[in-house]
């Protein structure tokens, strides 16, 4: 069987091995990150969609299992957030009642948490990794680039609710961008959001971009320093979950 959907990708740092899911024909999404790996955003818009039905989908989970292997994650891929596909619910229980013993995961902007079905569908998902680059509106602006109707405040005020009322692993990432949301007001105003958010894990990924070179290994260490005392895991240098 030829994949269209799926990649199966072997001893990860994050997921050991795992199956990465592609739900979009053309990257969707709320957000147009300038460090995004899969491109500018050709379809952002605040709306769910319908592209692929779920049995197109779980056919290759299944067939890519079969022949090699049990894996330890199914996770969606970042060409889009996958919570914009309207059968994201409806997949993961087909995935979950197929393989059990799978863990699923999902990496999400979190824009989009505010609505119940979303809500409620991630809130089933084994780990959820939330990317959040900056609570600070400016920088939000500029490295994520969201549609209008998205603040700032109201995004983060979602997510702590959602947090609150999750139970499955959850980890924060943001992209370190150097003169993007590296200023000393940037980490200490992270810092204290994160505090009331209480991540399992916080891992800092350090990208360059076209506008943006990567970060100095002085600064590393500045981020270690800042991070000490964080009552929750951190890991500074980490590869883009
Ligand atoms: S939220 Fe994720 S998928 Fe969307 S543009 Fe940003 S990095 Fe890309």
């Given amino acids: 069987m030829e994949y269209k959907h799926i990649?199966?990708?072997e001893d990860s740092e994050h997921f050991g091995t795992y199956l990465q899911i592609d739900l979009f024909k053309i990257k969707t999404c709320t957000f147009?990150?300038?460090h995004c790996r899969a491109g500018p955003t050709k379809n952002q818009i605040p709306q769910r969609v319908f592209i692929y039905p779920v049995n197109k989908i779980l056919k290759e989970v299944n067939?890519?299992?079969?022949?090699?292997g049990k894996v330890d994650y199914i996770k969606y891929s970042h060409r889009g957030d996958p919570t914009l596909y309207v059968l994201f619910g409806k997949l993961n229980k087909e995935i979950r009642a197929a393989?059990?013993?799978?863990k699923i995961a999902t990496c999400t902007n979190c824009s989009m948490v505010d609505r119940e079905d979303i809500f409620n569908e991630l809130s089933k998902v084994d780990l959820v990794i939330a990317g959040l680059d900056s609570?600070?509106?400016?920088?939000?602006?500029?490295?994520?680039q969201p549609l209008e109707k998205i603040n700032l405040e109201v995004l983060l005020q979602n997510l702590l609710h959602f947090r609150e009322n999750y139970n499955g692993r959850f980890w924060v990432n943001?992209?370190?961008?150097?003169?993007?949301?590296?200023s000393d007001q940037s980490?200490?105003?992270?810092?204290s959001y994160l505090q009331k958010l209480h991540p399992d894990n916080y891992l800092i990924t350090f990208e360059a971009t076209?506008?943006?070179?990567?970060?100095s290994q002085d600064f590393k260490i500045k981020l270690v320093k800042a991070f000490v005392d964080a009552p929750f895991d951190v890991q500074i240098g980490a590869d883009r979950p």
């Fill in 174 to 182: 943001t992209v370190l961008l150097k003169d993007f949301n590296d």
């Fill in 32 to 34: 147009n990150c300038i």
């Fill in 135 to 144: 609570v600070l509106n400016e920088e939000f602006q500029k490295i994520n």
């Fill in 63 to 68: 067939d890519n299992i079969e022949r090699f």
């Fill in 7 to 9: 990649k199966r990708i």
């Fill in 187 to 191: 980490i200490s105003a992270m810092k």
């Fill in 99 to 102: 393989h059990p013993d799978i």
């Fill in 210 to 215: 076209d506008t943006s070179e990567l970060i």
